[in-house]
């Protein structure tokens, strides 16, 4: 069952609430337009929605969202708006939790039968298999080539050290993030005795830097 339709499916328990429609960009929240623009209400809305993606039986990923307000204008353009965030979940060959991200608001669109997923808001990213941790203001995610981006500020933090920078791109585990534009990071080379460690401002060796 692919993941729109393990959506839909809790869909089908929506009652219909009227709502504004919405503009994102990137450093900022969703934004309501006002009151007298607007043209059209949610055709759905889902409360705390639990919605996962199987195959064989073995959960791939899972979205958690305690509100989904969805807008359709034909069935091939509609929108799915969490104005309260979401937590996606993936889960690797093994079954176990590896990959998390939250954010304060998120925002699925299909346009002309192409999906996008965007995040907004505190977005952070969790891989607990490498032990890192992503933090943005602004995620896109594109399902259909398996990778998320943002071109916002970003913060990286990892046992090898910590970068930062304009600019990310990773497959959709996050096992491979690479800072486009970094500043001012450093990594860890070693530790002494007291625990305190070195650090190289020049050949960090974490998540790499794309060149």
């Known amino acids: 069952m692919g993941f729109r339709s393990a959506i839909y499916r809790y869909m089908m328990m929506a009652a219909v609430f009227p709502a504004a429609a919405i503009v994102v960009s ?20 889902v409360l705390d929605m639990d919605a996962a993606q199987t195959e064989n039986g073995q959960v791939q990923m899972r979205l958690k969202a305690k509100r989904m307000e969805r807008y359709e204008s034909d069935k091939n353009n509609s929108r799915e708006v969490f104005p309260e ?44 298999i ?19 981006y943002t071109d916002c500020y970003v ?28 500043f001012d990071s450093y990594g860890i080379l070693s530790d002494d005795s007291t625990g305190s460690g070195y650090v190289d401002t020049v050949n960090f060796i974490g998540p790499s830097v794309r060149r």
Not at 92 to 101: A, K
């Open 155 to 182: 913060r990286l933090s990892s046992p090898q050290g910590f970068m930062q920078g304009y600019g990310l791109e990773s497959d959709e585990m996050a096992r491979d993030a690479q800072l486009l534009r970094p």
């Open 85 to 128: 965030g979401f937590r996606v979940l993936a889960y690797n060959e093994e079954g176990l939790l590896e990959t998390r991200i939250v954010s304060d608001e998120a925002l699925h669109t299909v346009t002309d039968g192409k999906e996008q997923w965007s995040a907004y808001g505190n977005v952070v990213i969790n891989n607990y």
């Open 130 to 148: 490498k032990g890192e941790k992503i933090e943005t203001d602004t995620l896109y995610w594109d399902r259909e080539n398996k990778m998320i």
């Open 26 to 45: 990137c450093g900022n929240k969703l934004k309501n337009i006002d009151a007298d623009k607007i043209s059209e209400a949610p055709t759905q809305v």
